[in-house]
């Protein structure tokens, strides 16, 4: 095997301009950040080459394509605590070309796929513009495979079109000797996000969330119960399988979209939705698609991520027949689309969920169908054929792909291997395809007729300790996603920490009661715990595991009134801390309480329950890091979010917080804007999540920006209302994980 690879840029490029991030691209920098080099954001392809075609002319294609479109060269930095996308004026690309023609052919196909999994799981450097690459396996002299990787933050699925196109056709050109035939760009990707920046203070944005708000507001967490129970952080380690269907089933799914008037998508979606229904058992079932974000013409020929997440919810209202569904799927189906350009980050922002970093925010099960994505087509002497490709990595805990390719539909499940096992997949793929043909040969069938068989599921671990017995009770309430006992004083004083079910929709300051009521029902009155505390997440160590020590028992009713009746400062404190490092929490609580907004910061106040989100994340980071040179991200952020447990990690070595105040006295550890104590004008007690949703604004950017040595390129910018044409007929769910 002989490989040609990639040598590295010569001179640093140049920036020639700098924009805001598109919202898409704030959502894979945050990803990023919480595991840099993600590979689940690799957008992975495969394409197959047969013909006349030479290694370097494909080279000389892909180089001009990337002069073409700005959006493969960009880069990403951050600019006062915030991302931003920089435009370079050129990168060396190069091609890899490896030859396996004179490997055994019994081994090649292994060889192939091995190659396809490295290449799509390699990291990117947001900060670097080479953030696409391109490898050419030659396994004989007329046919080879293209293997294409970009990161999500200048990819989409509707990009591979756009990509296979002009490639192609610039190719052939130079075989050929002539101009390519590829359509004049008006538009850059940096015009969309400068229009989309306008756009999220338009009128119309208000009007998303007030759907979004009644659609989504209070609604459950949905999931499949994993095989294997979750550790503390997500991972993204996955695995897909997959099915083709004969071409007499495309025959057949199109018949019976058009008989019940629907789109293939919503016919597809019905199906899923009434599959998970039944596997499940739940009656509300929410999985994520993606739609395509190019509702203008003049966006359909350029590169770069338009996608946008959509959540759908689909309340199943009995055991009504498969057509019936249909018809109210597809309503739930129209809805969304029709508020489709809430963006994402932005959606999850107004709903607020409760933060769990073992979990993705308001999705845990994805869907989409579309047709693929490349065409196959002859160019000159050569042609380009779609092929499947290998999974990076995982973003969701499950995906039910279906890709329709002239050969038939291809159906795949894409899921997390340290969540199912693989046998689970296979009979979830059976069930897929039965649900399928339920739903096409028995249509007036009620859903009950969909027969699943039973599920075995490994009981989930809980952390062991003194009061195992009360942890493993609260740990099986639906409302409680893990538990925590504390046993102190040889006994004497036992109390519980749960985290909240990401499923619960009771409010959970009354939660406590009904943990304690329940408990009373199963344990005699000498072996109840004295009381229930609610925390969105447990302090971890840095393996992830529970750290107890950190948790402590609050101090009994009795004890809170003498401190409020007598005026008095706390006796239970521990040794002085030094000045130095009371000076850097006062810093840290200010930046918390500038970003935040708010007056006050105590050690038990929780930064996502104050209103905070990814982007504050960014700027309360970003001030740390320069204000005091703490070493601290967004993981650190998602695992110890309270301002009594976060400055222990990120500032200098833990020392005990002081548990009880003098209500009248500055408050010890919250301090407001300035870094002045603050009197106490609020409980401090953590609760945990706050009901407020309302959004604060983000930090400005300027409308389009450059470097003062740069030049700028004028092209015009989209501006609301926007003036392009409407492109008629465009799909809006046409982008996959997997291609």
């Known amino acids: 095997m002989k490989e040609t690879s990639n040598t590295a840029p010569v001179a640093e490029p140049t920036v020639i301009a700098e924009f805001p991030c598109s919202q898409t691209q704030l959502r894979c920098w945050i990803l990023d950040q919480l595991k840099p080099g993600n590979p689940a954001l690799n957008v992975a392809v495969r394409w197959e080459i047969r013909g006349a075609f030479r290694s370097s002319t494909l080279e000389a294609a892909f180089r001009t394509v990337i002069q073409r479109h700005e959006a493969l060269r960009t880069r990403f930095v951050e600019v006062g605590g915030r991302p931003c996308q920089q435009v370079v004026d050129q990168v060396d690309f190069r091609m890899s070309v490896i030859d396996l023609r004179n490997v055994p ?33 030659m396994v004989e002299n007329e046919r080879g495979f293209l293997l294409i990787t970009a990161h999500q933050s200048c990819f989409d699925g509707w990009s591979i079109r756009v990509l296979g196109r002009e490639v192609g056709e610039i190719a052939a050109a130079l075989d050929a000797g002539r101009q390519p035939a590829v359509p004049d760009l008006p538009l850059q990707y940096g015009d969309f996000s400068l229009w ?69 998508y919503s016919f597809g979606a019905a199906v899923v939705s009434a599959l998970l229904h039944r596997y499940t058992g739940h009656d509300t079932v929410m999985f994520g698609s993606q739609v395509a974000g190019r509702d203008e013409a003049d966006l359909e020929n350029l590169i770069g991520v338009f996608i946008n997440n959509v959540v759908l919810r689909f309340d199943m209202a009995g055991d009504i ?44 099960v994805n869907f989409n169908l579309q047709k693929a994505f490349l065409e196959d087509h002859q160019y000159g002497g050569f042609e380009l054929l779609s092929a499947p490709s290998q999974s990076p990595g995982v973003i969701y805990d499950l995906s039910f792909i279906m890709i329709g390719r002239p050969s038939g539909w291809r159906m795949s499940i894409e899921y997390n291997a340290d969540l199912f096992e693989k046998s689970t997949i296979e009979s979830l793929l059976r069930l897929w395809q039965e649900a399928y043909e339920a739903a096409l040969e028995r249509p007036s069938a009620p859903l009950s007729s969909l027969v699943i068989p039973p599920r075995e599921i490994k009981a989930l671990r809980v952390e062991t300790g003194p009061a195992t017995a009360i942890e493993l009770m609260l740990a099986a309430h639906p409302s409680v996603g893990s538990a925590v006992v504390l046993v102190e004083g040889d006994g004497k004083r036992v109390h519980a920490f749960v985290t909240p079910a990401p499923t619960i929709t009771e409010p959970l300051d009354r939660l406590p009661d009904g943990l304690m009521e329940y408990l009373s029902r199963q344990l005699s009155q000498s072996a109840m715990p004295g009381g229930v505390s609610v925390l969105l997440n447990f302090p971890r160590d840095a393996s992830g595991t529970i750290d107890r020590t950190a948790l402590r028992i609050p101090a009994p009713p009795t004890i809170l009134a003498k401190a409020v009746a007598d005026r008095v400062e706390p006796t239970d404190v521990s040794a002085p801390v030094p000045a130095a490092r009371t000076d850097q929490t006062k810093a840290l609580a200010a930046i918390w309480a500038e970003v935040l907004g708010v007056p006050t910061v105590a050690p038990g106040d929780n930064f996502f329950a104050l209103g905070g989100h990814s982007l504050l994340a960014l700027r309360m980071l970003s001030g740390a890091r320069s204000k005091l040179g703490a070493k601290a991200d967004l993981e650190l952020l998602f695992k110890q979010p309270t301002f009594g447990a976060f400055p222990l990690r990120c500032l200098a070595k833990r020392s005990r917080p002081v548990p009880i105040w003098n209500p009248q006295a500055p408050i010890p550890g919250a301090w407001g804007p300035a870094g002045a104590p603050m009197r106490p004008i609020r409980s401090t007690r953590s609760i945990i999540r706050s009901s407020t949703t309302g959004l604060r604004p983000i930090l400005a950017i300027p409308s389009r920006s450059i470097t003062p040595t740069c030049s700028m390129r004028t092209s015009p910018a989209i501006s609301p209302p926007c003036r392009l044409k409407r492109s008629p007929g465009m799909p809006s769910t046409v982008w996959a994980q997997i291609f």
């Open 321 to 364: 027949s498969f057509a019936e569904h249909v018809r109210l799927a597809t309503a739930t189906v129209t809805a969304a689309l029709n508020h489709h350009r809430m963006p994402f980050n932005k959606l999850v922002e107004l709903v607020n969920p409760v933060r769990d970093p073992s979990r993705n925010p308001l999705i845990s």
């Open 105 to 137: 052919a019994d081994q090649r196909d292994q060889r192939i796929l091995s190659i396809g999994e490295e290449t799509a799981r390699a990291p990117f450097d947001l900060s670097s513009p080479y953030l696409f690459r391109v490898s050419l396996l």
């Open 196 to 264: 989309q920046q306008e756009y999220l203070n338009s009128y119309g944005f208000e009007t998303e969330k007030s759907f979004w708000r009644e659609q989504l507001t209070g609604a459950p967490y949905f999931e499949v119960i994993p095989d294997t129970p979750r550790g503390p952080v997500k991972t993204s380690r996955g695995n897909i399988l997959s099915v083709n269907n004969p071409s007499e089933f495309s025959e057949r799914i199109d018949a019976a979209a058009r008989a019940h008037r629907v789109s293939l």
